[in-house]
């Protein structure tokens, strides 16, 4: 799929991840990576959302900003 940092499929990827993180890893063929990126993204919404009491998404923002980072710099070993 993807052939390593910068490639068009790391750009697809990293678009994937700042929407739903995890799902850029997915692409990437990363399961384990992927479930953790989400599972991390949903435990930060809670979280702000119960210290907030709002439904803004900023705990969810910041680990999707984390996980296109993370989509877009890897490189297939």
Do not use: K
């Not at 940092?5 to 990363?30: E, K, T």
């Not at 992927?34 to 009491?53: D, H, K, S």
């Amino acid at each position: 799929m993807s052939e390593g940092q910068g490639s068009s499929g790391n750009v697809i990827a990293a678009i994937c991840s700042f929407f739903i993180p995890g799902l850029g890893q997915l692409f990437q063929g990363r399961l384990i990576s992927a479930v953790l990126w989400f599972v991390v993204a949903c435990i930060a919404f809670v979280i702000t959302w119960l210290l907030t009491l709002s439904l803004l998404p900023f705990g969810w923002f910041i680990i999707s900003v984390l996980s296109c980072i993370n989509a877009a710099v890897y490189r297939r070993s």
